[in-house]
């Protein structure tokens, strides 16, 4: 499966913006899919995750209550919505796929599939 993600951009402290993620070339609906981001200097992180009907979703505690991830399998696309956005939430967001699908997983290393990135940036 192939991954594009789009959606960054600029904004400031508190403000939001909806990432997202489309597939291609493969049943979006076989895959768990999953957020990262990686600030420079440091190291990619998970963000979200969500099982293939979106029943199960996870999230970093940094992002909990301010991020939502959800999916339309219609549209073979994942979502993050990120509310309430804070400077240190800047990075280049990843979409990643994994064959998971039932359990999707905090650990990179178990997603087979990943995009291209995206940069956000909250300003102060």
């Known amino acids: 499966v192939q991954l594009q993600a789009f959606g960054g951009g600029l904004v400031q402290a508190g403000g939001s913006l909806r990432l997202s993620c489309a597939a291609f070339?493969?049943?979006?609906?076989?895959?768990?899919m999953g957020w990262f981001r990686q600030a420079p200097g440091k190291e990619r992180e998970f963000v979200a995750a969500?099982?293939?009907?979106?029943?199960?979703?996870l999230y970093a505690d940094s992002v909990k209550g301010r991020f939502t991830i959800s999916r339309d399998n219609a549209k073979n696309t994942v979502y993050l919505q990120m509310n309430s956005l804070k400077p240190e939430d800047t990075a280049v967001y990843y979409c990643?796929?994994?064959?998971?699908?039932?359990?999707?997983?905090?650990?990179?290393?178990?997603?087979?599939?990943w995009g291209q990135g995206t940069l956000v940036t909250v300003s102060s």
């Open positions: 990643a796929a994994t064959r998971n699908k039932y359990m999707p997983s905090r650990d990179s290393r178990e997603y087979d599939y």
């Open positions: 070339g493969s049943t979006f609906s076989s895959y768990g």
């Open positions: 969500i099982s293939w009907r979106g029943g199960v979703s």
